[in-house]
């Protein structure tokens, strides 16, 4: 390999054209509150995990959205399912159902 | 702080809580962990209160501990509970009295699933019908045994001993109180003053003198957090809640810590300890911890009930301090004897916070 | 003409309505159920976007009224009936009697108590965006509890607005650039306070506030995307606040001296009530429903019976007062038929 002291660099768009949007697709289907979050972040702030680790319900929402499956997968997997998230919502997102849907779906899911 | 806003938010919040003829029901942990407290209560119940309370040999634990681990399915600790109220009508009784915050919450949430989706009681009959050959009746009124002493609150202290004052000072103890989580935050018209507010173990400290401090960490997790302790790795979670509590109530120098749920007891008295051997820190004054005691051992203070009768020299951090305030008459050469007298076994001393032995 | 048109509630929109009917010839009478008219418009130190004193607006409203238009205060309508073409409306102690009816209730402050976890009428130094308009009309700045001038405050935006919890799940429009305003106010009053502003989304819809947002920035408000979970408050009455900074997907934490809660539009007590018994229902929200939302939005399902203002949902005052007169050219048509 020849050294050029430099090196194409990776592309960090969201490429919604590539995306794989079927997690988002598949917990909506099963769980429609998934659509409502207006990314408030009231569950993150209340989040009795997150505010020891980096854990977001709210980033990783939206990482489905995004198409960044592992992402969603490994942030799921720091949830404590203590659900006082679901008591914040103001849009009455079932919040603890949809990341146990995303445990559920790992399976399936995973890339 | 406004105080009349508080009370209309108490008055909001105000539940049906059964005048006698309780079911009573143990938690699972507590007669390990605060072995006298359980006991105080059927006492104070029978003997001070001249209740009719009945607990059967029979019942089991809610398996609410396996549940919120997902260990138990739900369909098995709805067909628990049944077997539960089961044995509740065998007895003739009808006000079941559980102990544990977590069996509270179990049952609180069953009945509310029982009413919106009575499809699942149908199942749940089925399954005990199956399973035991039992059928049950929903308990007529349901009751922490923390509401039972809120309510009973001015009869205990029409007939206490000793006030929550600092003998010394003549001044109002300071006590922080911390309610389990499932006991007001899922469903908060079950809860007496409901989630935000709760007056039920506030109520306790005011009728027997003392005041109550509002500290911000006031509504966080203990720290048991079933996920956060049951799996080791995951404690350091479990620790941390505790910690961040601690250092929250520390400024407002509380002279103890009152809560009704198992758990909580649990892990605010034991995470001191650790938290003093890890990090060489302690929240109490002269490098005590700060005493967490159950409401049963609060209402058996005021009482004049012997400390040591009541178990409470099990607790990680030491109580004595605090019995002095109070001017609790008690003998402190008996505070490792069984109840006849013997030698009890010495706890080990620790290293980094005071503990007198 | 003569003909008489009622019209229940003396704020902005029954006001303009009222000047615009008798101007057209019309004998109007103004029901208002407080002791004052101008409705919560009266109750505001000044106007977004310009900052302009509310007084000179409810002044030039009430001018008009010296005989007809005519007012009756602390006079509430406890039911219409509608007999004919008649509409009877009873109050405690008289019953009155029109040809049209103009429903102008308006709308009431959602009481931000319902958000316990926020502490309003607990904790001492959390405020509605309306006290905070009392204060700066009294003191010409806000004043804590005990009388010192706070250093950092912060504006909690969609208080009973965009919120499930407490059955609000519709936006109240004008809270957004309320707390804009009031945050740059503060900052005037107060030049060396810390002002910080905890939204979802700003809704800078109308003319002049988006300019109002960037003065806001200038002038040196934090806004912070995130909306409050909990308040809790500290020693000498200081409030904790938490949220998510979602920008840095971080909870954040911060202690202010003062928290102001947005509070949102939610519909007037008694007013479905009132519609109830000439068989209209409200919207979803548990506004007065409008007959078409598009092309007919002053007209209700009773013919002679028709709606202008907050009364119908969320509105700023120039949404008012232009329903107002459309109200006017409505009735005016139904009166002329």
């Not at chain 1, 099963?30 to 702030?45: L, M, N, V, Y």
């Not at chain 2, 109530?249 to 300890?273: A, H, L, S, V």
């Not at chain 2, 109070?326 to 402190?332: F, H, L, N, T």
């Amino acid at each position: 390999m020849v050294d050029f002291g430099y090196a194409p660099l990776e592309i960090k768009i969201h490429d919604l054209d590539k995306a794989n949007l079927t997690l988002g697709e598949w917990i909506a289907e099963r769980d429609e509150t998934f659509k409502h979050c207006i990314a408030c972040g009231s569950c993150t702030a209340t989040c009795t995990a997150g505010k020891f680790t980096a854990f977001s319900f709210r980033e990783m929402c939206h990482s489905i959205r995004r198409g960044e499956l592992m992402e969603a997968i490994t942030e799921s997997e720091k949830c404590m399912l203590c659900g006082k998230c679901i008591l914040a919502c103001p849009r009455n997102v079932n919040t603890r159902n949809i990341v146990k849907l995303v445990r559920k779906a790992n399976q399936n899911f995973r890339v | 702080m406004i105080k009349d806003g508080k009370k209309k938010v108490w008055d909001d919040y105000q539940k049906e809580i059964a005048d006698d003829k309780f079911y009573y029901v143990r938690s699972c942990i507590r007669q390990t962990i605060w072995p006298g407290s359980e006991n105080i209560y059927l006492r104070i119940l029978k003997d001070v209160l001249g209740k009719d309370i009945y607990e059967s040999e029979n019942h089991t634990t809610c398996t609410g501990i396996g549940y919120h681990s997902e260990v138990v399915p739900f369909e098995t600790i709805q067909t628990v509970v049944a077997r539960n109220f089961s044995l509740m009508k065998e007895a003739g009784y009808e006000n079941y009295n559980p102990s544990c915050v977590t069996s509270f919450g179990i049952y609180t949430e069953i009945l509310e699933t029982w009413h919106h989706f009575p499809d699942e009681k149908k199942k749940v009959i089925n399954f005990l019908k199956q399973a035991t050959n039992r059928d049950f009746v929903e308990p007529k009124n349901l009751a922490h045994t923390s509401d039972v002493l809120f309510k009973f609150r001015n009869e205990i202290a029409a007939k206490a001993k000793y006030k929550l004052i600092n003998k010394e000072t003549g001044k109002p103890l300071k006590v922080v109180d911390h309610i389990g989580c499932h006991y007001a935050k899922m469903f908060p018209n079950k809860g007496v003053g409901g989630a935000e507010y709760p007056q039920v173990l506030a109520g306790l400290v005011e009728t027997f003198g003392g005041e109550v401090i509002d500290y911000p960490e006031r509504r966080h997790c203990c720290g048991f957090g079933f996920r956060q302790y049951l799996v080791k790795a995951n404690r350091g979670y479990s620790i941390s809640a505790s910690k961040k509590k601690f250092e929250s109530m520390e400024p407002f120098k509380p002279d103890f810590i009152i809560t009704n749920c198992p758990g909580c007891n649990y892990f605010m008295d034991r995470w001191q300890y650790a938290l003093a051997e890890m990090e060489h820190k302690t929240y109490g004054e002269n490098g005590y911890g700060i005493p967490v005691l159950t409401y049963e051992e609060v209402a058996g203070l005021v009482l004049g009930f012997d400390p040591w009768e009541m178990g409470m020299q099990m607790h990680q951090v030491d109580v004595e301090p605090l019995l002095k305030k109070i001017g609790v008459e008690y003998d402190p050469s008996k505070k490792f004897k069984g109840a006849n007298g013997e030698d009890l076994p010495l706890p080990e001393k620790p290293n980094h916070i005071n503990f007198s032995v | 003409m003569g003909k008489e048109v009622a019209i229940i509630g003396g704020g902005v929109a029954g006001l303009e309505a009222a000047n615009q009917l008798a101007t057209l010839g019309y004998n109007v009478i103004i029901f208002e159920k407080k002791g004052q008219p101008g409705g919560n418009a009266a109750k505001w130190d000044r106007l977004f976007p310009n900052r302009r004193h509310t007084s000179e607006v409810v002044n030039s409203l009430k001018s008009r009224l010296n005989g007809n238009p005519s007012i009756m205060l602390s006079t509430a309508i406890s039911s219409v009936t509608k007999s004919g073409n008649r509409f009877v409306l009873a109050t405690k102690g008289k019953n009155f009697e029109a040809d049209a009816i103009l429903l102008a209730t308006g709308f009431e402050l959602f009481p931000a108590e319902k958000k316990e976890e926020y502490g309003y009428g607990i904790y001492e130094n959390v405020i509605t965006s309306a006290e905070l308009e009392e204060m700066f009309a009294k003191h010409g700045k806000p004043v804590m509890k005990n009388g010192s001038t706070p250093s950092k405050i912060a504006f909690i935006h969609c208080v009973g607005s965009r919120d499930e919890k407490v059955n609000k799940p519709y936006c109240s429009k004008v809270c957004c650039v309320t707390a804009v305003k009031q945050a740059i106010e503060v900052k005037e009053a107060i030049p060396a306070a810390e002002v910080y502003s905890l939204y979802m989304d700003l809704r800078m819809f109308g003319p002049g506030y988006e300019d109002l947002y960037k003065e806001a920035q200038q002038i040196g408000i934090n806004f912070i995307r995130g909306r409050l979970s909990e308040a809790s408050e500290l020693d000498g009455g200081r409030v904790q606040i938490k949220t998510e900074d979602t920008l840095s997907s971080r909870p954040l934490k911060m202690s202010v001296d003062m928290v102001v809660l947005m509070v949102g539009m939610s519909p007037a007590l008694g007013t479905i009530e009132l519609i109830s018994g000439l068989g209209l229902k409200p919207n979803k929200d548990g506004f007065v429903a409008v007959a078409d939302y598009h092309l007919n939005p002053i007209g209700t399902g009773v013919e002679g019976v028709f709606v202008a203002g907050a009364c119908s949902g969320p509105s700023n005052i120039t949404d008012s007062v232009n329903a107002a007169r459309s109200a006017a050219i409505e009735i005016h048509k139904y009166l002329s038929k």
